[in-house]
């Protein structure tokens, strides 16, 4: 029997440096970073931040949660 809600959801991490300010992109290869990955929805109901690479920004940053 399949259940309503499933507890793990699949969701979208975005680049939050990138999509501030397009200046620090590099011209070379413009783009936003994105990663996807999933979460419990019972133990993080609010947005999810990581702090992953970005090869726009060549560095660490915080990637933060978006809309599908």
Partial sequence: MAKGKDVRITVILECTACV???VNVNKASTGISRYITQKNRHNTPNRLELRKFCPYCYKHT???EIKK
């Fill in 62 to 64: 915080i990637h933060g």
């Fill in 20 to 22: 501030r300010n397009g």
